[in-house]
């Protein structure tokens, strides 16, 4: 019984890691260019969901939609004031930019928040719930359920309408969609915007449910890693099924080796990733 | 006298001299230990940064792990005298060998494919390790592991004062300088800044890439452990995140990249201003200062990134040519 | 036979862009290739180069099977290739680009660095200057010189002359055509009619990944078939009619 509860629990959180997972493979996608500050981007996100409840007291539509468009706009202006500057440069300058700007973001987030844990005060969602004999708290529920259904509608986003085919185009050749009256600077801003946006939510749905400090960014931003590379770099899709996946892994490692090997676990398999099958389930290499 | 130091290679010629008198003459004339401390600070620095910067800086292969060898260069010594009563000078030839091999073990996978995939493997492995050896009780769990209290001959390279320190750890510098230097003129120095700038036109005149890359890597890897293996005979203490933690990847990174990645000189020109300034706002600040230092490093990063991905050699190398017409003019 | 390329195909995934092409090339040739963008001839020069994996087909270099063989592999065999868009070594000197070629026979960096002097002297650059300062004709230049240096014996050039002007393409000519005379075999990939009348003596014409025509350049040129690729049905109806 605690085992199907455990099983879950982990497929809800893998749930979460699909959606900021997703925020990072469409970058990866679509610019060939790894954001080492997006577990940074899923930070904020958690925090500005508390500034929200401190301040203005809102609930978790109102934080979670505040989380989305701060962390939209913070996508945005990372990208047109370094990105766009480095996107064509070496790789040096590429990997350093968003590697520093990780550090940036992570230490100030230390600086002004401290190192201690914190969580919501209780919201709406407080509570648990027994569904067929297994109790969850209904937090986790709800944004585990609300991941699913926010990765799959960017799924549909890209592949479906006018704006995602853009998007894709400017992936597959910038020239060509510059050519069909595409901007390929908007688009890249947009997706970045996009990515960053998921991020955020992602993070004030962990926020309902799970504590946290600043020192998370840097695990959520190599759980991305893991999840993309399982799930293939590109495919949205792919980084649902990983990111389930991974949250299983992860929960499972937990209950049966113990919480520290359970990040021994992941990492290991990123690991072996690499070895064995770079392009993941998914993905083009 | 001024026509010869109006020549480029001349003046540097004199330059170097320079440098490296003032390194050999600074802790006689700085005799305090404040002072020596931030010398051998500044030495551990700037060979770690040299190592990183063969791989990182020269073959353009960006990796944010290196504490990985770092980390195990620290370990085995001190592991040796724990586990066995052996000299730490034993363990440091095994760390480099460790360090080597894990070298490979990542490079040969990663390097197959794009640049990208090197930099990410290289933040988890490295993260793996610190957290796995943080479990692992025989290597001192997360409290770590000391080395000798009291020396039982030099080759326990446990030395009261610094001194000793101070000028085994330059020596290493000079070591791992004159290597690069060698290297650099040679044509495996060429392979690496071809395949920095374009690895498919460098396959297309026949240069092996992936041997090049996993050949710059083991280097690095084996100079790196090197320098972890002094910082933990030179401490006396080591744990997984003094060993394996980010900043110590971190660091590396910034010292190479803000005097000038790719450049024999750069790593120390970052590491000269950049171990005065970590030290002076831990002195200032206090325990916080360490929180300030990496927003600090951060930030820098970032800038160098976005305007001067040459560091302050090209940074130079673009003002110079006015202030140097400027001066003749006068 | 020095080259040879038998049915060589290349999918992307349901596209076709090589579709079965054959080439054979003698020692001492100098054969061109054409055909409208989007026929399929950089894929093809890929394919040669061991910069793509051909489907289907093999590649034979002098008798040694070469298709499955990675870039480093073909050039270390002899085959030289230049880059449609000119990928030269921007951080270094033109010297130092050259050397980098120089280097796969003269593993000596002064003996490298002499090979290197004579080729850009012979190609008329400037040693010290740094390659990120050439504008694209320069650039394009350097790029032959470069694989030039590596010793081919086989030199792919892929549109290594376009965007010159009239003088500049008079040199550039010369240089394929010295180039030529020192004993290198050359295919060279162009859409500029001079380059491929004056300079070829054979010509391959590609539309829609499969070769379509081969002659002279002067059979080529009136061949139905490829005035249909590049101009279209009926557009030999309207000569005839006008």
Redesign the interface.
Known sequence: MVLIQVIVGGLLLGAIYALFSSGLTLIWGMMNFINFAHGEFVMLGMYTALLVVVWLGGGPAAFGLAAAIALFALGVAVYVLLIRHVVRGPMLAQILSSFGLALLLRYTAFWIFSANFVSLPPTSLAGTISLGGIYLPIAQLVAGLVAITLTIALHLLLTRSTLGSGLLAVAEDRAAAMLMGIRPDRMQALTWGLSAGAAGIAGALLATAYPWSPSVGETFGLLAFVTVALGGFGSVLGSLYAGLIIGLIEAVSAYWLGAIYKDIVVYGLFVGLLWLRPQGLMGKA | MKKYLAQPASAQRVSVCLLAAALVLYPLAFSGAFYRDIGVTFLLAAISASAWNIVGGYAGQVSVGHSMFFGLGAYTPLLFYTLWGWPPLAGIPVGILLSVGLAIVIGLPTFRLSGHYFSMATIAVAELIRIFVGTWALVGGAIGLQGPAMSRGWWDLTFRGDLPYYYIFLAVLAFVLIVTFALERRRFGYYLRAIKSSERAARSLGVPVRRVKLQALALSAAFTSAAGSLYGVKTGFIDPDSGFGILVSVQMVIFAALGGAGTLFGPLVGALILVPLQTAANTWFGGSGSGLTFILYGGIIVLIARFEPGGLFDLWHRFAPRVWRRVHAA | MLLEARNVSKAFGNFRAVAGADLTVEEGEIVGLIGPNGAGKSTFFNCL?G?TLPTTGRILFDGADLTRA???A???AGI??T?QVP??????SVL?NV???A??RH???ND?REHARRIVEMTGLRAEQPARSLGTPGRKRLEIA??LA?EPRLLLLDESLAGLTPSELQDAIALVRRIHQMGVTIVIVEHIMEVIMTLTRRVLVFNQGRVIASGTPEEVVRDEAVIEAYLGRGAPRQRESS
């Open positions: 180069a910069d990675p870039p480093e073909h050039a270390r030289g290739r880059f990928t030269t070594f921007a951080d270094m130092a050397m980098v070629g280097f796969l593993p000596h960096r490298a470069r694989v590596s």
